[in-house]
């Protein structure tokens, strides 16, 4: 029985049941045949329970093109799509089970008809990733993909891309676009796009009425803002986390609020700040990444061996996420100590996420300061782990520090936002 045969099977206890013979995974038993029933449900069937079986029918896979040209549709001012992977573009062949990346510009018109009428929209290929192979090349990858695309006359640009780690890619764009003409606005989805409660369709539109419309040219996320429909929350970059699994509504703001709202049955942006980025005739980015930044947790009892060892590797910056007001183990000090010696530069986030570092009100922040490490205010640990990889990149690694406390794109506030803390569920 081959994956994709459709087989009639006869049981030891006299049943018969037909359906299609699933591919096997890493968690498939190798005794177990799984078949998908006409109905759509999967079953496995134990092979010393199959008495007989015959082959009664092929299933032909349903594939979909993932190289293909760039190409525009519908009219208006032109809004560019560059396609790296992700749920949002998914599409599920309930005949087999398997889930397929689709980078069909006809697709992307399928599921929102609204944008023939709202902007001539390009659909550019780049890759198909899912979101947690991303690496910080690939940001430089983004980062030249929305230059290229701003250049060709672009108003604004929208990154689809998976949601487990598309706030890393949204702070890195953040960096890398220092000027440009429009917003760059990362749009992803929790739910493949043809299930009925998918939250695609609506996070797709939003993303592309904030790119033509915004007054702002900002690296931008654009996800439901609630549970319901209707209204799509746009955070900034440097400035958004995904908090919930499974929820439409997992991206909430860290330490801010959102900069705008779109309605998305209107098709009205509403800002929420007058603080922003204007958009800019020039076109300005600075791709580069290092992959000499280091991201850490601490936790009680972390050997200090892991730092030792983040320093052999050559890394040229830590970014420590502390608990609370960003503290560590006192057995971490002497290490600490000597990477900073050897030039490793090293900051201090808080893995509380909400409210800031402050390594003044407790002796071990102090020590900690004396050591000469840096805390980063109330920059996210993720923000802070990418801007270090941008900043190496860009600049001399002895300037890395004043860049690392420069403000550079609302990724750090010097007042506290009460009204910005949320609590989950």
């Known amino acids: 029985m081959e994956p994709n045969s459709e087989v009639r099977i006869r049981l030891t206890d006299g049943r018969v049941i037909e359906g299609i013979v699933m591919q ?15 109905n759509g449900y999967n079953i496995g069937i134990s092979k010393r329970d199959i008495a007989g079986w ?17 190409r525009t549709a519908g009219s208006g001012d032109r809004v560019s799509v560059i396609v790296t992977g992700g749920t949002i573009l998914s599409r599920v062949d309930y005949r087999t089970g398997g889930v397929y990346p689709s980078l069909d510009p006809d697709y992307l018109f399928e599921l929102v008809p609204e944008l023939e009428g709202l902007a001539s929209v390009t659909v550019v290929p780049l890759f198909s990733k899912f979101s947690e192979d991303m690496m910080p090349t690939d940001w430089t990858a983004i980062a030249n993909a929305v230059e290229s695309e701003l250049d060709r006359g672009a108003v604004g640009v929208v990154v689809m891309h998976g949601t487990d780690t598309m706030h890393y890619s949204a702070a890195a764009l953040a960096f890398a676009l220092r000027a440009g003409p ?28 904030t790119a033509r419309a915004a007054p702002f040219a900002e690296s931008v996320v654009a996800m439901h803002g609630g549970m319901d429909d209707g209204v799509i929350a746009i955070h900034r970059g440097t400035r958004v986390r995904k908090m919930h699994t499974s929820r439409r509504d997992t991206f909430t703001a860290v330490n801010d609020v959102p900069l705008a709202h779109v309605d998305v049955e209107k098709g009205d942006l509403r800002l929420l700040t007058s603080d922003y980025r204007e958009r800019d005739s020039r076109v300005l980015v600075r791709p580069a990444f290092s992959d000499r930044a280091a991201l850490i947790k601490y936790y009680p009892g972390m050997p200090p061996q892991l730092l030792d060892a983040l320093v052999e590797m050559g890394v040229r910056g830590i970014v420590l996420e502390g608990t609370g007001f960003g503290h560590v183990g006192e ?23 909400f409210g800031r570092v402050n390594l003044r009100v ?30 190496l990149a860009n600049y001399p690694v002895d300037r890395v520090p004043e860049v690392m406390a420069t403000p550079l794109a609302y990724e750090i506030s010097y007042t506290s936002r009460p009204d910005a803390f949320t609590k989950c569920g």
């Open 362 to 391: 407790y002796s071990r922040g102090r020590e900690l300061l004396r050591l000469g490490v840096m805390p980063l205010e109330d920059m996210a640990p993720e923000v802070a782990y990418v801007k270090l990889a941008w900043a």
């Open 24 to 38: 096997p995974h890493l968690f498939t038993g190798h005794d177990i045949v799984v078949l998908k029933l006409k």
């Open 182 to 209: 429009g917003p760059v606005v990362f749009v992803g989805a929790q739910r493949s796009s043809d299930r009925p409660s998918s939250d695609a369709y609506e996070n797709l539109l939003g993303a592309i009425i």
């Open 331 to 353: 057995q971490l000090l002497d290490s600490l100590k000597r990477a900073i010696d050897v030039g490793v530069h090293v900051f201090m986030t808080s893995q509380t996420l």
């Open 54 to 70: 015959e082959v009664i029918g092929e299933v032909e896979q349903r594939r979909w093109e993932e190289a293909f040209e760039r």
